[in-house]
């Protein structure tokens, strides 16, 4: 089956840097996303990667590795807008999005 | 500009009941979706549209229906409607074609209780 894992929770410090991990097994591959949802709220897009390496946009990054079916999320200079749930999700040869559960960011002063 | 409008934004049911969640957009985006969200659970597709006039069975289907009679709108009903289907329901369109990532542009999501 496919299946996307990402951690349930995480915490980190205001100003810090935190990384978010994604691990993936679909039949296929043709992208993955990464979205930002602050409670209550919808998703919202931050990054696409179907190329291996790094994509950086101001202070978030994402990294892409097919070959191990890994990707992450990284955050810097971490403020508390932050805090927010981060969804993985690869699209699959279908062209179907497959979501993670998400990961709970809580930031603390 | 509106985007991706979702109505109603909160509704109680009574089981059995019929309801229509409706969802329009403004982009003139080709493929449009349904989601719900679960407590613990990804996003899980309930049916989609890739244009206007065509629509397919996502993962979990059963118990819903939708219709795509043109770009913009992309209704989803439940016919009679049980207590498990009490969720967050969210709409969400991409646009398609050459240069296209696939991004999802979502509705704020419409929260449904059935009781």
């Known amino acids: 089956g496919q299946n996307i894992d990402q951690p349930t929770e995480m915490t980190a410090t205001e100003g810090a840097i935190v990384q978010i991990n994604c691990t993936y097994q679909?039949?296929?591959?043709?992208?993955l996303f990464w979205y930002q949802q602050h409670a209550g709220e919808a998703p919202t897009f931050l990054s696409y990667?179907?190329l291996d390496g790094l994509e950086e946009k101001g202070r978030f990054s994402s990294f892409l590795s097919r070959s191990k079916g890994y990707s992450y999320l990284l955050l810097k200079e971490l403020q508390m807008k932050d805090s927010a749930s981060y969804l993985c999700?690869?699209?699959?040869?279908?062209?179907?999005?497959?979501w993670g559960a998400g990961t709970k960011l809580i930031i603390k002063p | 500009i509106a985007g991706i409008t979702q109505a109603p934004t909160s509704q109680i049911l009574a089981a059995g009941r019929r309801m229509t969640l409706r969802c329009t957009q403004d982009?003139?985006?080709?493929?449009m979706y349904w989601y719900r969200q679960d407590l613990g659970l990804g996003l899980r597709l309930i049916h989609y549209?890739?244009?206007?006039?065509?629509?397919g069975k996502g993962e979990v289907p059963d118990g819903y229906s939708v219709s795509r009679a043109n770009t913009d709108d992309f209704p989803l009903t439940l016919a009679s409607a049980v207590p498990s289907q009490t969720s967050v329901y969210f709409c969400?369109?991409?646009?398609?074609?050459?240069?296209?990532?696939?991004?999802?542009?979502f509705g704020e999501g419409s929260r449904l209780t059935v009781l």
């Open positions: 999700a690869v699209m699959d040869s279908n062209y179907q999005l497959i």
């Open positions: 969400a369109s991409s646009p398609t074609g050459e240069g296209s990532t696939g991004e999802l542009f």
């Open positions: 679909t039949s296929g591959f043709n992208g």
């Open positions: 990667n179907v």
């Open positions: 982009m003139r985006h080709n493929a």
């Open positions: 549209s890739n244009t206007a006039g065509t629509t």
